[in-house]
């Protein structure tokens, strides 16, 4: 028996964004496109014509926007209400607190990878998903330990083209190799990263606290948590930056440590 696909319905006023993002999904087989819209007026007739089990959209739009949508959606009648997530470049705390009480579920920062965008959905979906950052390049943690961190920080949550994304990655690498500069962040490690680039403490300060805001924004705590291996960990406030760089850096020795010893069991050829 064929397994009923996930039914996403794409609200957004960009239309290049619409085809790639539907195409994007249809490629997976536990969900399909049901329909694209470029506006708040499309979508809804749409929502009274088929049934949606989610819903990916932006808030800005032409004439009726995504807050006048989920204002719309309130006084609609629904066998199953279709599950929200907004996707939006726009983002700061009045708006989120107006979006989650007119019924949206999630939030999701643009840009964000496509991959990142599906688990997502699932997520919103009900659908279990695996927890993976652990699992992957494990040789990499002795091999090609920047490697390793790159993908690490990019499951979290945080796109590539976010400048702090760089700054983080190597005060996570700096922490490692001196664990002395977390004892001072302001004084040891924001410094030290600074002279790397050329720049400000306070601009390595604000561009990794920008790239953890994404991240918190866009689920990843509840990467974070698989990450430390704590899967069913309850979803905590966003932490310092000294708190998320010590919890990564802490995780990574021990999985360092734990891989090395692994290798060294392995019996030479």
Not at 27 to 36: N, P, Q, R
Not at 66 to 93: E, N
Not at 123 to 144: C, E, K, Q, R, Y
Request: glycine share 6%; charged share 25%.
């Amino acid at each position: 028996m064929q397994k009923k696909k996930i039914k996403v319905l794409l609200v957004d006023n960009n239309m290049d964004y619409l085809r790639e993002m539907s195409n994007y999904i249809n490629l997976e087989k536990d969900m399909e496109t049901v329909g694209i819209a470029q506006t708040g007026e499309h979508a809804l007739e749409i929502l009274h014509k088929k049934p949606v089990d989610l819903m990916l959209m932006d808030i800005i739009m032409p004439s009726l926007d995504g807050i006048g949508v989920l204002k719309a959606m309130q006084t609609m009648q629904f066998k199953i209400r279709p599950r929200v997530c907004i996707y939006s470049s726009v983002s700061h705390d009045r708006m989120t607190s107006q979006i989650l009480a007119l019924g949206a579920m999630f939030m999701i920062i643009k840009p964000t990878p496509s991959d990142i965008i599906i688990e997502r959905l699932r997520m919103l979906a009900g659908v279990p998903v695996t927890p993976t950052v652990i699992n992957f390049g494990l040789s990499d943690l002795l091999h090609n330990l920047e490697a390793y961190v790159t993908k690490l920080i990019r499951k979290i949550g945080i796109p590539s083209h976010l400048v702090g994304q760089k700054y983080l990655r190597t005060a996570i690498l700096m922490s490692l190799d001196d664990s002395s500069l977390l004892e001072s962040i302001t004084k040891g490690l924001y410094p030290t990263v600074a002279k790397v680039y050329g720049i400000t403490n306070p601009k390595v300060e604000r561009d990794i606290r920008h790239s953890i805001d994404v991240a918190w924004a866009n689920g990843g705590a509840k990467e974070l948590n698989n990450f430390l291996g704590e899967p069913e960990a309850a979803e905590g406030p966003r932490p310092t930056n000294s708190e998320f760089i010590a919890l990564i850096v802490d995780r990574l020795n021990f999985l360092i440590k734990e891989q090395k010893e692994a290798e060294e069991k392995i019996p030479a050829n």
